[in-house]
């Protein structure tokens, strides 16, 4: 039984894909059993922390013995919602959007990249890896055809405010945003900034710092 509710950190919900992703390379060793102690040593985190992130939506390992791979995969897999797969699109194919999408068809059995859309008429059409990038006035009309979960944001810093009231006005409520940019959303839509740049740039303090 998985236990979900909004009453969980997100710092706990940041962690999960690493063990998720820690267990599938378990499976695809064809490991059985693991022991929290074992998941610390392959994530970084305390084997204390793992249990406790766990606890939040139920018990799943056995005292003395861990945790049966495959069960707890799946098990993470329906917290997360990955238990079916997730319709996304990506809204700007540039060479970041070009990136991701080729990577989420090819690395990622988690999503399935529904459509791409672009302004840009040398991209419009386009088939990447059977992707078919279009107009970014049709995303409504495709939001009608598809479930369509989330949105992955690469525009430039310019276009990044229209964009996201298309994708807005277009149904979709997350959405995963690399365009350099604070977004203005309603409350009810949840954004997630990932910005290279300033990644970037806080590490190369770590490479100029004096040891």
């Known amino acids: 039984m998985v236990n979900r509710n ?9 962690r999960l894909p690493v063990y998720l992703r820690t267990l599938d390379i378990l499976i695809r060793n064809e490991q ?4 929290s102690r074992e998941l610390s040593e392959k994530t970084g985190f305390t084997a204390e922390q793992i249990r406790k992130d766990l606890t939040f939506f139920g018990a799943f390992g056995t005292r003395g013995t861990g945790y049966t791979v495959k069960y707890l995969r799946d098990m993470i897999l329906k917290i997360i919602g990955l238990d079916e ?6 809204v700007g194919v540039g060479h970041l959007g070009t990136a991701l999408i080729r990577y989420n068809v090819t690395k990622n059995p988690y999503v399935n990249v529904v459509a791409a859309f672009d ?15 279009l107009h970014i006035s049709k995303m409504k ?20 405010q229209e964009a996201v009231e298309y994708i807005i006005k277009s149904g979709i409520r997350v959405i995963f945003n690399f365009a350099p940019v604070k977004l203005i959303v309603p409350e009810n839509v949840h954004v997630h900034n990932a910005d290279l740049s300033i ?9 100029t710092v004096e040891k």
């Open 141 to 160: 009309e495709v939001m009608k055809e598809y479930n369509i979960k989330v949105a992955i944001l690469t525009v430039n810093t310019e276009s990044a």
């Open 199 to 207: 990644e970037l740039q806080s590490l190369i303090y770590y490479a």
């Open 85 to 90: 797969r997730t319709s996304i699109v990506v």
């Open 6 to 14: 909004g009453d969980v950190p997100k710092s706990v919900i940041r």
């Open 119 to 133: 302004v840009d008429p040398s991209v419009v059409d386009k088939d990447i890896l059977g992707v078919k990038v």
């Open 32 to 35: 059985e059993i693991v022991s």
